[in-house]
């Protein structure tokens, strides 16, 4: 009889311990969001250019790049980013200020950023 009891009291005790891997597929619920969250891209302007000078995007996700103009010496002052064949977007670099690009390329291919002047490149590559 208390050989009986003791194996329900164990029997019981399962189900608890089955109970903590659902806390733990919770917790791996929680951190679906942050997939959806918005990618960011750091992008330095220095002496040698934008850094990186390349870089891949996936088509239809929404990403931020973050460009920050590190010195005065570059003709990179500004940013002119190639969205698709028809848009683009101008942004100034202010020195040692994060400039934020919310973008989302639609298609798939290469594409460029650039000084105003066209000297100073980057790459987008979209897949």
């Known amino acids: 009889m208390i050989i009986a009891c003791l194996l329900l009291g164990a029997c019981k005790k399962e189900p608890a311990k089955s109970a903590e891997p659902a806390k733990s597929a919770g917790a791996t619920k929680k951190a679906e969001p942050t997939k959806t969250d918005e990618t960011k891209i750091a992008i330095a302007v220095t002496e040698q250019g934008f850094e990186p000078d390349d870089i891949e995007v996936a088509k239809g996700q ?28 101008e942004k100034e670099l202010p020195l040692n200020q994060p400039v934020e690009v919310a973008v989302t390329f639609p298609t798939s291919g290469d594409l460029t950023y650039a000084c105003a002047m066209d000297m100073v490149k980057g790459s987008v590559h979209v897949q």
């Open 62 to 89: 929404a990403v931020t790049l973050v460009f920050e103009r590190k010195t005065d010496k570059t003709c990179a002052k500004e940013v002119i980013l190639h969205v698709d064949d028809k848009q683009t977007i």
